[in-house]
Structure formats: structure tokens, C-alpha cells
Nanobody
Framework: VQLVESGGDLVQPGGSLRLTCAAS????????MRWYRQAPGKERELVASITSAGGSTYYIDSVKGRFTISRDNAKNTVTLQMNSLKPEDTAVYYC???????WGRGTQVTVSL
């Protein structure tokens, strides 16, 4: 099982980023997926999740209306579109397959002037 995140960058407040997680080594379309983040000095938190077919999603309150999780089961990818970014969104973002207990290595998102 391998999960590889990409798309993290330094962006100004109000900007946008699109994170992508490329999955391999398992039947991607059979599993729900999650995005977590961990800010410096804080615990890792669940940001968003999506069911295996993409029909249901979940977001923490602080990102509702700004972030969108989606997946492409033909390409084995899950994405996190992040708009209206705030400094408090600064964190390392991780892709996770909960049933498989598999994590990616993360991608750094920094929101700053």
C-alpha cells in the first residue's frame, strides 16, 4: 500500500491550493479515504473524508464551504481543493486509508504573507 501526497506550497491568505494523493497497492475504489492535517505543536486532526464511491463526504467545521474532497477511482487519486486559505490552515496534510491504516508522508501547506 502506498499513498503519495503532492501539491503543498506557500500561499498567501485568501489563496487556493489543490492537494492530490496518488494511491497504489490496493483496490482503491473499495475504500473510503481521508485527509488529515497536523500543525506545529498540535495533534493531528481529521479534515475531510469521502466514501469509496464518492457519494458521501465529511468536513470539520473550520473548513466547511472552503475545502472540497473528491476522488477519481479510475486514476486512483483523492484530492483536496482548498480555497480561501487562512493562516490557521498551515499544517502538514496527510492522506489516509482508514480501513488499511495506511498513511502518506504528507505535504506541507503554509499560508502566510
Amino acid at each position: 500500500v502506498q499513498l503519495v501526497e503532492s501539491g503543498g506550497d506557500l500561499v498567501q491568505p485568501g489563496g487556493s491550493l489543490r492537494l492530490t494523493c496518488a494511491a497504489s497497492g490496493f483496490i482503491f475504489s473499495s475504500y473510503g479515504m481521508r485527509w488529515y492535517r497536523q500543525a506545529p505543536g498540535k495533534e493531528r486532526e481529521l479534515v475531510a473524508s469521502i466514501t469509496s464511491a464518492g457519494g458521501s463526504t465529511y468536513y470539520i467545521d473550520s473548513v466547511k464551504g472552503r475545502f472540497t474532497i473528491s476522488r477519481d477511482n479510475a486514476k486512483n487519486t483523492v484530492t483536496l481543493q482548498m480555497n480561501s486559505l487562512k493562516p490557521e490552515d498551515t499544517a502538514v496534510y496527510y492522506c489516509m486509508a482508514p480501513v488499511l491504516l495506511a498513511w502518506g508522508r504528507g505535504t506541507q501547506v503554509t499560508v502566510s504573507l
